[in-house]
């Protein structure tokens, strides 16, 4: 087994675990508690943390590879009830009732229903015949992905819950049409810009998306083409007419911009809505379902923002948009990580030496925003060299996945990689103010014993196997 293992991974992995340990001291120093492995301390903690994770990568590389792939099933029902019930026993943390307390510790069980959802798509992938293609499958590969994440939301915990979203990344790369991923960001877009410019921007976009996934999804150009010359011949005639036409008192309150985008983009949907029925192309119901899911949605954006979303959420989007500026408020957080990490400048303060992090000016330093400690102390070089080692360990983990003899483990692996640039993706883009503060930790590096036995447990059943890849389970 000590042969097998892929030593390049396990080196990557304890050089950032302890790294983080150094940070997470960093971060919570004090003259009159400075020791290390002082108990009470959140570094002291991280270390037992630790010690623990070394327990359970010894009995992860004692257990056979094949028990993983077996016991799947029962491990991701058993997750679900676990999920269904922390709702009741936790304790509130911040809004959240996703924290079990256990007296001396506690743990946040959707952290570790991660890795078993990877093992459950995992599983569903290695199942004879399955692939992505039809409805059914679909179906199923989105019922494991939404299960967890309704229960997850059900604990009032959106951060959590947002990094299933990571497993569309493996979707992709299984076989999912590249039309889904480009209507998810067209919806976000579209979700963006509806909050920043209202209604009339959007529907001037629609058309152009719905153009754009002619081409993408069903190659048809002369359906591009048409659709694109009826919206700028619309949008042409309105701005014509609007500026040198003089119209009537009566007819001025309906002439709005809103209703020609919106005629412009039914005529879109009913367009592909009629080429799916004439030449019955299946593919082209896919574009009709868009046109008219765009419309749709872009109505519910400002009901969805001001009813589904709580007000600490829609506090942080509107200081992420420009559309409210609190400093003091939603926006301290972010404010504060983006003057600490300018203050480090290229080579940073040095370790331990950061006025911005012993002050305490950044809250939850230690755990979210962690990534501040290294801007400020370790400068823009310090930065780099952490974003070149997630990088690395993101490549290593897909070169492992490419290596696979079973289908099981590869796409594992792929959930893997997933996983981790998700979250370094989404925890740097907040604290630098690029994405909304969604509270979710850096890989190995952010205080926690959920965070750190995750993606411990998270990446050694990789490690255990890839080492087992030449033995038949």
């Known amino acids: 087994m000590l042969k097998s293992l892929d030593w390049t991974t396990v080196i ?78 936790a304790q509130e943390v911040k809004g959240s009732l996703s924290w079990i307390d256990f007296g001396v510790f506690r743990i946040q069980p959707a952290e ?59 979707l992709y790369r299984q076989g999912l049409p590249g039309i889904f991923l480009w209507a998810g960001f067209s919806f976000v877009l579209i979700f963006v810009l509806g909050l920043i410019y209202g209604e009339n ?48 008192e009566p007819v001025l309150p309906y002439y709005r911009f809103r209703w020609v985008g919106l005629a412009v983009s039914v005529w879109c949907g009913l367009y592909a809505l009629w080429i799916w029925i004439s030449r019955r192309a299946l593919s082209y119901s896919l574009l009709a379902l868009f046109a008219f899911g765009f419309i749709t949605f872009q109505y519910s954006v400002d009901y969805a923002f001001n009813n589904l979303l709580q007000e600490h959420q829609r506090k942080r989007i509107e200081v992420l948009l420009g559309l409210e500026e609190d400093l003091k408020g939603a926006g301290y957080n972010v404010n504060q990580a983006k003057i600490a990490i300018g203050s480090g400048g290229f080579w940073g303060k040095g370790y331990m030496e950061g006025t911005q992090t012993h002050l305490e000016y950044i809250p939850e330093q230690h755990t979210d925003f962690i990534f501040c400690t290294v801007g400020e102390e370790k400068g823009f070089f310090g930065a ?17 996945a490419e290596r696979q003899s079973t289908i099981f483990a590869q796409v594992y692996a792929y959930c893997v990689a997933s996983i981790f640039f998700f979250h370094v993706a989404i925890n740097i883009g907040m604290v630098i103010g690029l994405a909304p503060v969604i509270g979710i930790p850096l890989p190995f590096f952010s205080y926690g014993g959920s965070s750190l036995w995750s993606f411990t447990i998270l990446l050694w059943i990789l490690l255990k196997l890839d080492a087992s890849r030449n033995a038949r389970y």
């Open 201 to 248: 921007i959007v529907l001037f976009l629609i058309p152009i998306l719905i153009a754009l996934m002619f081409v993408g999804y069903a190659k048809n150009w002369q359906a591009a083409k048409r659709t694109l010359t009826v919206a700028i011949v619309a949008y042409v005639v309105y701005f014509a007419v609007k500026y040198f036409v003089t119209i009537p």
């Open 384 to 400: 780099t060299l952490l974003l070149l080692l997630y990088t690395v360990l993101i490549v290593r983990i897909i070169m492992l």
């Open 112 to 170: 570790f229903g991660k890795f078993i959802t990877a093992l459950m798509l995992a599983w569903m992938f290695d199942q004879y015949g399955f692939k992505l293609g039809s409805w059914s499958s679909y179906l199923k590969v989105l019922s494991i992905i939404f299960l967890p994440v309704g229960l997850i939301i059900f604990q009032n915990e959106t951060g959590s819950a947002l990094v299933y979203f990571s497993f569309f990344l493996l």
């Open 12 to 89: 990557l992995y304890l050089i950032m675990v302890v790294a983080g340990w150094f940070t997470i001291n960093s971060a919570c120093y004090h003259l009159d508690n400075a020791s290390m492995f002082d108990f009470s301390r959140p570094t002291g903690k991280q270390a037992v943390w630790f010690a623990f994770s070394c327990v359970l990568i010894f009995l992860l590389m004692f257990i056979d590879a094949k028990t993983y792939r077996y016991w799947t099933p029962v491990m991701y029902i058993a997750m679900m009830f676990v999920l269904f019930a922390t709702r009741f026993v």
